[in-house]
């Protein structure tokens, strides 16, 4: 774990006001990520997962009324995990993973019988024939798995297959932790992605040759009208809680996103006790806003605002809410908004 500055975060976050340094958490649940380091506070496991240690750096989005402020970033943890999507050569280690283990990534490669379809957050694949391996991608939607992509080098995130270039990614976020990405199709030796780096709602292609391709078994859906957060693992709901929303003006964008870090801020602080970076901007942020525009889900040093449309785009949680969705949601995993 690292420490970060108050002004790195600050930065980022689209409007929780206070200075504030911190240290980052673990990366979550990946069997893709690369080598890694053990991350406190992590659930006990049925399997082992690894993911990779990390930096501190910009984050989520804001909070109604609060100056911009600092935290800690970063992500390295060590993130039990439920079965996955094995490699043809590499079957799923462990054993069927507890409710309480975080879901574990693995490598997405399997060869599936026949042609299955899957419907996972909006997303549908038809998995490959038991005569030729499967696309790594539809085989993982079809057994109920979300893919994901682990930043293995620099590269570059693309409109098309080899098309033009949008941004550079890297191995590492900006907050230090690995770049592990939501990938959400495939073609070919290339593969589309949700990134912090793009606007919401578009995807970049990266070519597969650059990423370790994995797999998660869990996802976050908010009903922003309802205030309320799930956590599935396919059907079974493994949590549920009420969390704020963005204000009238300010309000939480819907879409799909993915997290990209989860970081520990220091008690006391505008972001609680700590945060879930995801890929996602705030685009109404108010005039003359100096901070960052980066959506997230946190805690919260104004508990009395759970429930209500009080922040400016952050999802705020209760401590224990957010102290279980850093220990047990990996690196990658889908969220869903709605309205």
């Known amino acids: 774990m690292r420490r ?4 790195l975060l600050a930065a980022a976050i689209a409007g929780c006001g206070g200075a504030a340094s911190g240290e980052s958490v673990g990366a979550g649940g990946g069997e893709s990520a690369a080598g890694a380091a053990s991350a406190p506070g992590a659930a006990p496991a049925t399997r082992t997962t690894t993911a990779a240690g990390a930096t501190a750096a910009p984050a989520p989005a804001a909070e109604a009324g609060a100056a911009a402020a600092s935290a800690p970033v970063g992500s390295a943890q060590k993130a039990p995990a439920r079965g996955s999507t094995a490699a043809a050569v590499s079957p799923a280690r462990g054993s069927t993973a507890a409710e309480k283990a975080p879901a574990r990534a693995s490598t997405a490669a399997s060869v599936l019988p026949a042609t299955a379809a899957a419907a996972n957050g909006g997303l549908t694949a038809t998995a490959g024939t038991a005569t030729a391996p499967a696309d790594p991608v539809a085989a993982a939607l079809a057994a109920g798995r979300f893919p994901t992509a682990e930043v293995l080098r620099g590269t570059r995130l693309r409109t098309a297959p080899g098309g033009r270039a949008l941004a550079r990614i890297g191995p590492r976020t900006e907050f230090g932790s690995p770049s592990v990405l939501s990938v959400i199709r495939r073609r070919g030796a290339w593969v589309a992605v949700h990134a912090a780096q793009l606007p919401n709602g578009r995807a970049g292609w990266l070519p597969a040759a650059a990423v370790r391709l994995g ?17 599935r693992r396919g059907d079974r709901v493994l949590r549920r809680f009420t969390v704020a929303v963005g204000r009238p003006g300010n309000v939480t964008p819907t879409g799909r996103f993915a997290i990209t870090d989860k970081l520990r801020m220091p008690a006391g602080g505008p972001y609680g006790c700590c945060a ?52 047990r949601m990996p690196l990658g995993a889908p969220v869903f908004i709605r309205a």
């Open 215 to 231: 797999t998660v078994d869990v996802s976050v859906h908010v009903d922003r009208s309802a205030r309320r957060l799930t956590v």
């Open 276 to 327: 879930v970076a995801l890929t996602g901007h705030q685009l109404h942020l108010p005039s003359g806003w100096a901070g960052g525009d980066r959506l997230a889900i946190h805690g919260t040093n104004a508990p009395w605002s759970i429930g209500q449309a009080a922040s400016l785009g952050c999802m705020r949680a209760a401590t224990a809410d957010i102290r279980w969705l850093l220990r």
């Open 4 to 7: 970060v500055t108050p002004l």
